[in-house]
């Protein structure tokens, strides 16, 4: 093993690398020259070049260096030598021409290499290290030898072979009858020996069916705390606010301390369900038991009695599965608030005039507005005066 000093055609290479370009060993070379008075930095050529040394393999390693190994035979040669020096020439791929990328030279501390005696040629491998810095593009023009196959070599095909591609870091699998190797799994693969389902729209849909089961048997045992003795029960889940229950009846008959009340219309009034009383300024949540007509009045019986005192002409009674209060309401996907100025007041305008005003129409401001005159409620929500 021998370590290397890069030369100055080296460390523009190793720039050039270091910026993005495609580093390239391409060869090694070994002779027999002594490099005297020479500087190792500004050499561009071996001082005495007797072999080729071609690369049968490479490994990069974390520490920012590269570890390239050659291969050495005597086969050609006819007359031996001292193996002094070392060369690794490389290129960029912006460049066709080869550099000399480091130098070595062992001087006295050198081997022998013999000629071939016709019979028994030498065959060895030599590593040569090398900086790299954190250059990520590296790679080197291989040359496969038959004569045998080296640690370096073989672990570089293996890591080219059982690297992961497209893999999470350190998911890994063993198959039956696969030469007892640990391989990478894939993306697909992983997902679904962790999920045991391989298509995400069902697993979503299967997780959803879940919670929803949940949820619902949640709800059950929360109801049986509340009242042990209900025999059903309602819940909005909200999904769709379109189909939030939005029902809202005009109270004309309410007396605080009494169990009823009477408002029209009561068609879809349920019992069971828990309304809202509220003239703008009170309110409170009452439970209906039962609906009743009797001689043209419409007359809602409570579970307990009315609490607050209210004002008729203001006070309605509203079913919401959201949550009313400071003018807004919650609870559904979108939160919706209409909202009046009061004060306002239109008179002198004919009929064919056509006039668009903003009212704040929060609850709290409910005393204060009302509608005098004929008005019609139009199915996009506007309200039309006159007529």
């Not at 050499?43 to 520490?63: E, F, G, H, N, Q």
């Not at 045991?196 to 997780?207: A, E, K, M, T």
């Not at 309602?234 to 189909?243: H, K, N, Q, V």
Request: contains cysteine.
């Amino acid at each position: 093993m021998a370590g290397m000093t890069l030369t100055d055609a080296g460390r523009n290479l190793l720039a050039k690398a270091l910026s993005g370009k495609t580093l390239t060993f391409t060869k090694a070379a070994t002779g027999n020259g002594d490099l005297g008075s020479r500087n190792p930095y500004t050499i561009t050529a071996l001082v005495s070049k007797k072999l080729d040394l071609p690369v049968t393999a490479m490994r990069v390693s974390a520490t920012g260096t590269a570890e390239i190994t050659v291969e050495v035979t005597n086969e050609n040669i006819t007359s031996g030598f001292f193996m002094k020096e070392y060369g690794l020439f490389a290129k960029t791929s912006d460049s066709s021409s080869e550099m000399l990328y480091a130098y070595c030279n062992k001087g006295n501390e050198s081997g022998y290499l013999e000629a071939f005696d016709g019979t028994n040629p030498v065959h060895f491998t030599l590593s040569l290290i090398t900086v790299i810095d954190t250059a990520q593009n590296i790679t080197a023009n291989i040359t496969v030898s038959n004569s045998y196959v080296t640690a370096t070599s073989l672990d570089a095909k293996l890591e080219a072979l059982f690297a992961a591609k497209d893999t999470p870091a350190g998911f890994f699998a063993f198959k039956a009858n696969d030469t007892h190797r640990l391989r990478p799994l894939s993306l697909d693969d992983t997902r679904n020996a962790l999920t045991g389902i391989s298509d995400i729209p069902s697993l979503v849909d299967r997780v959803k069916s879940l919670e929803d089961a949940i949820a619902s048997l949640s709800l059950a045992l929360n109801v049986q705390e509340i009242s042990p003795g209900a025999s059903r029960f309602m819940a909005e889940d909200f999904i769709d606010p379109d189909t939030v229950d939005l029902y809202t009846a005009q109270v004309t008959s309410i007396v605080a301390g009494d169990d009823s009340i009477d408002c029209t219309p009561i068609n879809g009034l349920i019992p069971g369900a828990v309304y809202t009383v509220t003239d703008g300024s009170n309110s409170e949540n009452v439970q209906v038991e039962s609906v009743n007509l009797e001689n043209g009045i419409m007359r809602v019986i409570l579970y307990g009695t009315v609490k607050n005192t209210y004002t008729l002409g203001n006070c309605r009674l509203i079913r919401s599965t959201a949550d009313i209060s400071g003018g807004s309401a919650y609870g559904s996907a979108v939160q919706r608030r209409l909202s009046w100025i009061p004060g306002i007041t239109w008179t002198g305008r004919s009929a064919s005039q056509s006039f668009t005003v903003s009212l704040d129409s929060s609850v709290a401001a409910a005393g204060s507005f009302y509608l005098s005159g004929n008005a019609s409620l139009s199915s996009a929500g506007s309200v039309t005066l006159g007529g």
